[in-house]
């Protein structure tokens, strides 16, 4: 049993639709049992929310949830259909249709359960199963969708509930790189990953897959193979036995941060917890935080996120800013970072002094930083990241 997942790209046209057909074809005549899964054909998500911004700024999810599901099930639907033209049994289902059964939560819903019946019941008669990814149900009867990029985690779920030992996920690259191929050249790829490295990577700024999908890869066991289809290797990512070796395997980065520093807080008992209370209520992300040393009694607290959460984010600071009386709220909007992802990387100080001394020849300031056993992460000025990143591709020999 084999899980095979389409991406956005790779449907992009009829053309190369017909070529998923072909390969999944050829696949079933050689005898595998096999379940699909499809994005939206590439760009088809982002004109569909075009049309909804046209008429208001803030869509009320529930219909922008019953919108953007329509682009799975157009991938679902042709491909079946060039399946159904080469001789090949297969039906399209949306998520309900399967049974993934969500929460409520419009536009980043949680899976609950799988019922699966129609899906087990195609496979148990010889017909491929090709399913809208990226949406479900919830127990409410309401149509729902797994956020951005919600096909990889729709493909890993029905992997484990199918007991797949596989799941392939097709891109328009032959695999990981040591860093995104479409802004960097002469990248090298990356064999093999473990779940933990994996989850790193596409935690700190990677696109390559949802963190949600590899999270329940790990958890049940499942390979995810990243490739094309005009290449049978790609990478691996997959339960790998602890390296004693310190070793840098990739960069990531993220180039639209924002920094939020609530400026000379009186040091008052719970005005932290308040803070960060305030923050997780709003469902906010954190991506650093950090608080001063106290002087005469008041402290700063600085916070780093997403500049896509910066609207909400001000207004809950601003409010905040009053109630524990802090004298300003300082915004920085120049900000990005870079990450190095591999086995014990941050728990290795001779790479850390390496990534310092790289960054000090090249001029580059380094406002923050974080660490992991897997993870290093360096926050500094947008305009650095690139300078950063060709300097460390060199020295740790990342590229070719």
Known sequence: MVVLKFG??????????????????????????????????????????KFALAFTQNPPKRELDMLLTVGERISASLLSIALGDLGVKALSLTGSQVGII????????????????HLKQCLRRDIIPVVAGFQGVSYKKEITTLGRGGSDITAVALAAFLRAKRCEIYKDVSGIYTEDPKEFKNLNQIQELSYEEGLELTSSGSEILHPRALALANKYNIEIVVRSLKN????????KKEVEKAN??????????????????????RCLSQVVSQLAINKIPLLFFAHGVPYHNRFDLSFILKQSEERVAQGVLLRLKEKVKGEKLE????????SL????????LEILKTVFDCFQKEGI?????????????????????????QRLLRKFRLKR
């Open 331 to 338: 915004v920085k909007r120049d900000i990005g970072s870079i």
């Open 232 to 239: 049978s290797g790609g990478t691996m990512i997959r339960e």
């Open 8 to 49: 956005g790209s790779v449907l992009s046209s009829l053309a190369k639709i017909r070529e998923v057909a072909s390969h999944i074809a050829k696949r079933k005549k050689a005898g595998e049992a096999i379940c699909v899964v499809v994005s939206a054909i590439g760009g088809t998500t982002d004109r569909l929310h």
């Open 365 to 389: 300031h380094i406002d923050a930083f974080t660490t992991t056993a897997t993870n290093i992460t360096l926050y500094l000025k947008k305009k650095d990241i690139r300078k950063g990143i």
């Open 248 to 269: 840098v395997l990739a960069l990531t980065h993220r180039k639209n941060l924002v920094r939020f520093t609530l400026l000379s807080v009186p040091k008052v008992s």
């Open 341 to 348: 992802i591999g086995p014990q990387v941050g728990t290795d």
């Open 102 to 117: 969500t929460d409520a939560t419009h536009t980043d819903a949680r899976i609950y359960e799988i019922k699966g019946g």
